[in-house]
């Protein structure tokens, strides 16, 4: 949502943005990895282009 990353990895994944956008909060809530996750993916995403 903020830094473009679930819609990235919805589309390398091929899987619907709903289900990851829910799959963060829910890792956020519950392991509290969600936002150190997030901020990897969006270090890859950057570096990838």
Known sequence: MILGVSG???EKLGWDVKV??????????FFGAGI???LIL????????
Do not use: N, P
């Not at 990851?20 to 809530?29: E, K």
């Open 8 to 10: 990235w990895l919805s």
């Open 36 to 38: 150190g996750l997030y």
């Open 20 to 29: 990851i956008r829910i799959a963060f909060v829910v890792s956020v809530l």
């Open 42 to 49: 969006w270090i890859v995403k950057m570096f990838s282009k």
